[in-house]
């Protein structure tokens, strides 16, 4: 091992990494990749455009809830549109985008080159698009699911929805829920063996803990999603089954009991990321570690297992025993313990940090405002009575996009604006993102604090219109004029990207002077990350400089090889070949796709799946020389 | 594709409730109204309680509020009053341990503070869910349909079992158990002014029990997504005390008013002559549907449609001749009427008190 100065120096060693890492030309090459940024960046944009999509429907919606009886959507479409809204932003935005950040992040961040399972990675993606064309092209041919985004037996059964678009829902399901699978087996893989030698456990960066403990979640949540969706609920529509269909002595009850222990759970897949990113930008912008690092952890993992506890309180209302209600009630409670003890520890390190005013850390008091008023209310659901008012109300519409919104959307938005230098090479302009910043949070609370009220008095949600004695007019035209600033303020992050990418200034490596790993590569980071991979003898191994000048040497460049470390410790266990370019995962991936999008229609299909997905996978396996790995 | 429209609910010319005298609140209000918690809202609000259990929620709620409310406001200043922070070095060892210390007792204290509220929720959610029978209660069965509300009060007397839709009439100060079913999808019963919400499940029965002290009109509504007309299915409760209620229960328990002149016997053999027997009942005639809600009383509901329109002739002959218009996606079919039919039906009808 040598200096980290001395080596760097040699630029044949760049030229050769990059020609190892090399992408291949023309659209070929385009689906062959294999390599975690390029992979999620595709995973970012993709889920953007599926934001934008949601968003859109969410416009119309407020459109037609402006006033009473308005008539801009009749019913049927008006329920179309709140299922594809909500399955939209759960299924194919929501997990993904942090999906596609852990994916690109994540390496970076504990130095090594690539995720553990690269052709997996590439799969993963191409299901995921597979399951957004899938939705989508119901939604263009007039198929669209109609019963609501989690879609309660009997009214998706065969008798109340005929058609094919709560089949094509159940199946859509699979789709993320495959791609979910795969980008949770890689990252834990990931984090767990490729940290860079010195990173122990506890030097991890909190983002990679969220990830890690949102991977585990995933593992465990997304199989019961599968048996409510594919085995209860598709099997009892297309071939006749009488799982959850109480014509045919099925329970009701059972659907919603299985998909709330995923549903649940889905929710903190989904923000758990968000707390990891809302901790790098606090430190980076506080410019200090973060204070509580173990207790941050540990709630993070409590928050995890927790999680898996409190399904039953969307389920208050079906009448469940009085004695499993409350200990529903604690457990529902318990969760505020840890996310609050994540809250003081931001607070503590905001109040003893030297605060840096970025667009990123706009997002971050955005964040704070929105998801501790979210939390609280949710508190109050925790409450069986409260909750027997609230539920089903716009009480719980207002909450849960204030935990989702402010929760995910602020930080990630935040995170966009924090490593948006490392994704592009060029900064982002600042004051176009606090302009973003400023009708985001203005919209977002002009759009849902007023639907508190309006569940308080009354309104139900998931109605196409109310009629006009009840008084909730003015309520709802306050919202729907929050949603079109909320419009204004993507339109201005958009405008924002696309200007700062192409005209933004040039990045340094290190712009923010943060403390982790991805910030001392190049920016952009090149396909292969380092050019030698370093050696961590600290939590912030940039912020301690003299600690950190080793690095690893021994690795071939010119083939892709990483350096895997031992579990707990990270010490240099051996030398892993990981694979090169492959078409294979896509051609797997449109195999399994075409059998499942048949399975809609006829059970045949799942033949289809095996049988195409199995050509697939012989290619992806076929043995090859283990030297000979080459891009 | 077809982004078209469905016709759907056309203005109508009496939206006035019976018994109602405000007018519809101007935009100028709005603001006012949005943040004063008081009865601008209509009759359907869980902040407005007249039943029992509705009020001890309301309690819960307050105390809730308030209390969540302070330490939102403290957590927010922690957090405004942090960017005005100089900062402190890392190497300040003493200040690291006060803030730790301050991250530690803001635990505790939250865990306690929940503690509490699991308690007093708990507490309240025993009391609203105990049987509230006192061996006077009443049982009525509430039945949810797309989408409406079949009501029956069940009595040990065969002969004295009342059936009603989208209207409940109860006893003030007497206890009513709600046993609650469905004959299709999940619906949910939930009458804020009087009680949180039970879902009706097929296949299963649930219970619920209400009770109030306060006459007046509660307004309810479905509360689980049930499809095409979630929106418009919607129920009154009468509270009235016991005399009226008594009073209520023996009209409804007799056959449906016999025509008292020419126009309303005219009406009657229209109403018999068509399509509208085979979903519709009339006790006391030949007309026994069984789909949809029995009409022997109809002429002294509030409402038409499951809550969507005042009950008045002219939202009545709106409703009969294009029901989908009213209701896109009801169940009710449209009976193709000769002109000359229609106001001796409409007659007919009004007079079933």
């Known amino acids: 091992m040598t200096a980290l100065e001395e080596l760097r120096a040699e630029p044949q060693q760049a030229e050769e990494l990059a020609r190892a890492w090399k992408n291949r030309p023309g659209p070929l090459g385009w689906i062959s990749v294999t390599t975690h940024q390029e992979l999620g960046m595709r995973y970012i944009v993709t889920a953007f455009i599926f934001l934008l999509l949601g968003g859109i429907e969410a416009l119309m919606m407020r459109i037609q809830l402006a006033s009473a009886e308005n008539t801009f959507l009749n019913p049927a479409r008006y329920n179309q549109i709140f299922t594809v809204h909500g399955t939209t932003m759960m299924f194919l935005f929501a997990v993904p985008v942090m999906e596609g950040m852990g994916v690109y992040l994540v390496p970076l961040m504990i130095g090594t080159r690539n995720v553990a399972f690269p052709r997996l990675n590439a799969f993963g993606y191409w299901i995921y698009l597979a399951g957004g064309l899938l939705l989508y092209a119901a939604a263009f041919t007039n198929t669209m699911p109609d019963a609501g985004w989690f879609a309660y037996s009997p009214l998706s059964g065969p008798q109340f929805s005929p058609g094919k678009g709560v089949d094509v829902w159940a199946q859509m ?297 009840m008084g909730w007019g003015p309520a709802n035209l306050l919202a729907t004029i929050g949603a079109f600033i909320i419009a204004a303020g993507g339109i201005c992050f958009i405008a924002n990207v696309l200007k700062s990418r192409r005209f933004g200034t040039k990045a340094d490596p290190n712009p923010w002077d943060a403390g982790t790993l991805e910030w001392s590569t190049s920016s952009p980071a090149q396909a292969y990350g380092f050019i030698h991979l370093p050696v961590v003898a600290s939590r912030y191994p940039l912020w301690d400089q003299e600690k950190s000048k080793d690095i690893v040497t021994g690795l071939r460049n010119d083939r892709r090889e990483v350096l895997v470390t031992t579990v707990l410790d990270a010490e240099p266990d051996h030398r892993l070949v990981l694979p090169g370019n492959s078409i294979w995962p896509f051609l797997t991936a449109v195999g399994f796709s075409i059998g499942l999008y048949y399975s809609v229609f006829a059970f045949s299909g799942y033949w289809i799946a095996t049988a195409l997905g199995m050509i697939g996978i012989i290619g992806w396996f076929w043995p090859r020389q283990p030297l000979d790995i080459r891009p | 594709m077809t982004w078209g429209r469905m016709p759907s609910c056309a203005p109508v010319a009496n939206r006035r409730w019976p018994g109602e005298s405000g007018t519809r609140p101007k935009l100028a209000t709005c603001a006012t109204m949005l943040f004063s918690l008081a009865s601008a809202f209509g009759q359907q609000s869980s902040l407005a309680p007249g039943g029992t259990h509705a009020s001890q929620i309301k309690s819960l709620g307050v105390f809730f509020f308030w209390l969540l409310g302070i330490i939102f406001l403290i957590v927010i200043a922690i957090a405004v009053a942090s960017i005005f922070q100089r900062g402190q070095s890392t190497q300040d060892e003493a200040a690291q341990r006060r803030l730790k210390t301050a991250i530690a007792g803001a635990s505790v204290l939250t865990i306690l503070i929940l503690f509490g509220l699991v308690v007093v929720s708990v507490g309240v959610g025993k009391e609203i869910s105990a049987p509230g029978g006192r061996g006077n209660e009443l049982v009525v069965e509430v039945t949810g349909n797309q989408w409406w509300w079949f009501v029956r009060y069940l009595n040990d007397d065969p002969t004295r079992i009342v059936v009603t839709a989208n209207e409940l009439h109860i006893p003030v100060g007497r206890p009513v158990l709600i046993r609650g079913l469905s004959n299709d999808v999940i619906h949910s019963f939930w009458v804020p002014g009087l009680q949180g919400k039970r879902d009706l499940i097929p296949s299963r029965v649930t219970t619920q029990w209400i009770e109030t002290n306060e006459p007046g009109r509660y307004r309810g509504q479905c509360a689980e997504f049930c499809g095409l007309q979630h929106a418009h299915m919607a129920l009154w409760t009468v509270a009235e005390p016991e005399s009226q209620f008594q009073q209520w229960i023996g009209t409804q328990l007799r056959p449906g008013a016999a025509p008292s002149d020419d126009l309303q016997q005219r009406g009657q053999e229209v109403f018999l002559s068509h399509a509208c027997v085979l979903c519709h009942s009339i006790q006391g005639t030949t007309a026994n549907g069984q789909v949809g809600p029995d009409l022997t009383h109809f002429g002294s509901r509030l409402s038409i449609a499951a809550g969507t329109l005042p009950n008045n002739k002219g939202n009545l002959a709106g409703w009969i001749a294009d029901p989908q218009n009213i209701k896109p996606g009801t169940r009710m079919a449209t009976v193709p009427l000769d002109p000359t039919d229609m106001q001796p039906l409409l007659e007919y009808l009004e007079s079933l008190q």
Request: glycine fraction near 8%; proline fraction near 6%.
């Open chain 1, 173 to 469: 399901i699979t789709f993320t829920e495959i791609s979910a699978l795969c980008v949770a087996v890689e990252l834990i893989v990931t984090i767990l063996r490729l940290r860079a030698p010195g990173m122990t456990l506890n030097r991890l960066p909190m983002f990679c803990w969220a990830m890690l403990v949102q991977s585990f979640m995933i593992i465990f949540a997304m199989p019961a999603v599968m048996i409510a969706s594919t085995i209860f609920l598709l099997n009892d529509r297309t071939i006749g089954t009488h799982f959850v269909n109480p014509a045919e002595g099925g329970d009701p009850l059972l659907y919603q009991h299985v998909f709330w222990f995923f549903g649940h759970p889905e929710v903190y897949i989904i923000f758990i990321p968000a707390l990891g990113m809302a901790s790098s930008i606090i430190e980076a912008f506080s410019r200090r570690p973060v204070i509580g690092y173990p207790a941050l952890v540990l709630s993070l993992v409590a928050n995890g297992f927790i999680a898996f506890g409190l399904w039953v309180h969307h389920m208050f209302a079906t009448g469940l025993p009085q004695i499993g209600e409350a200990y529903f009630t604690a457990a529902s409670m318990m969760i505020a313990v840890t996310s609050g003890v994540q809250i003081f520890c931001w607070l503590a390190t905001l109040w003893s940090g030297r605060l840096q005013p970025t667009a990123g850390l706009h997002f971050i008091f955005g964040f704070l405002f929105i998801f501790v008023m979210g939390g609280l209310t949710g508190v109050m659901l925790a409450s069986i009575p409260l909750d027997l008012q609230a539920h089903d109300t716009f009480f719980v519409v207002a909450h849960f996009h204030y935990v989702l919104i402010g929760g995910t959307l602020f930080p990630l938005f935040g995170a966009f604006h924090y490593w948006f230098p490392k994704f592009t090479g060029r900064m982002i302009d600042q004051k176009l993102g606090k302009i973003t910043f400023w009708l985001l949070f203005i919209g977002f609370n002009c759009t849902f604090f007023p639907m508190h009220i309006l569940g308080l008095h009354g309104m139900p949600r998931r109605v196409y219109t109310y009629v006009p004695e």
